[in-house]
């Protein structure tokens, strides 16, 4: 079975502080994405990566940067926390397989920004 | 810009009852389309994936159906049970392998 882990379940953290979000999966897959999702606006793709060190911005990047120095490990920085960050933060992977493109996601990460 | 659509936003059924979730998406050019269930305060459990090619999947009383010419998607549930309840999500892959989801169902299955 496909295992993403994510580094917290709950995270409170203060305005302006650096947060880091981690998401390592185990199935080798090339493709990793950070999500948020809020009530009334759903989920919403921040960044994604194809491969190691490479990334693309989503739909909502402002305010969040990537890491992906190994290809099981991807990170999402708050460079400084805002109280508009407070959120649900979802991690997934996926592979091209066969013409199939399915994704895996972590348990989440609820960010609480004070 | 692909819009994906979730009608109810909310279901309320007793147990043992047979339902149907609809999903709606407004471009035709997807690679594939994705159920999920997720449970409150939870990630996202992958349920049924249909690719592009196919009409329907089943895993035991899920059954998903795809017409991509009308942009529709349905998820039958057979003999609900109180276990069901969870909000159920689509989603559809777009181009670089992105999904689009629609907001939600929230299904609730009263015993």
């Known amino acids: 079975d496909v295992k993403v882990t994510q580094s917290s379940r709950y995270l409170v953290k203060r305005t302006g502080e650096k947060v880091f979000l981690e998401c390592v999966q185990d199935?080798?897959?090339?493709?990793m994405f950070w999500y948020r999702q809020d009530p009334g606006l759903g989920l919403r793709l921040i960044y994604f990566?194809?491969?190691?060190?490479?990334?693309e911005k989503g739909d909502i990047p402002e305010g969040y940067s990537v890491s992906r120095e190994k290809k099981e490990r991807f990170s999402l920085i708050l460079e400084s926390a805002s109280t508009n960050q407070t959120s649900m933060y979802l991690c997934?992977?996926?592979?091209?397989?066969?013409?199939?493109?399915?994704?895996?996601f972590g348990p989440g990460t609820r960010l609480t920004v004070t | 810009k692909q819009e994906v659509t979730q009608i109810p936003a909310a279901l309320s059924v007793p147990e043992g009852e047979n339902l149907v979730l609809n999903c709606s998406f407004t471009?035709?050019?997807?690679?594939?389309l994705q159920w999920f269930r997720q449970d409150p305060g939870k990630g996202l459990t992958s349920l049924l994936l249909?690719?592009?090619?196919?009409r329907e999947q089943t895993s035991g009383r899920l059954n998903a159906s795809l017409d991509k010419s009308s942009g529709r998607s349905t998820l039958y549930i057979a003999a609900s049970q109180p276990g069901d309840s969870a909000t159920y999500l689509c989603?559809?892959?777009?181009?670089?392998?992105?999904?689009?989801f629609g907001q939600g169902t929230r299904l609730t299955i009263n015993p």
């Open positions: 471009d035709s050019a997807i690679y594939n």
């Open positions: 989603a559809v892959v777009v181009g670089a392998q992105k999904l689009v």
């Open positions: 997934a992977s996926s592979r091209l397989a066969g013409g199939v493109h399915e994704q895996y």
């Open positions: 990566s194809y491969d190691v060190k490479m990334k």
């Open positions: 199935m080798d897959h090339e493709n």
């Open positions: 249909i690719q592009s090619s196919q």
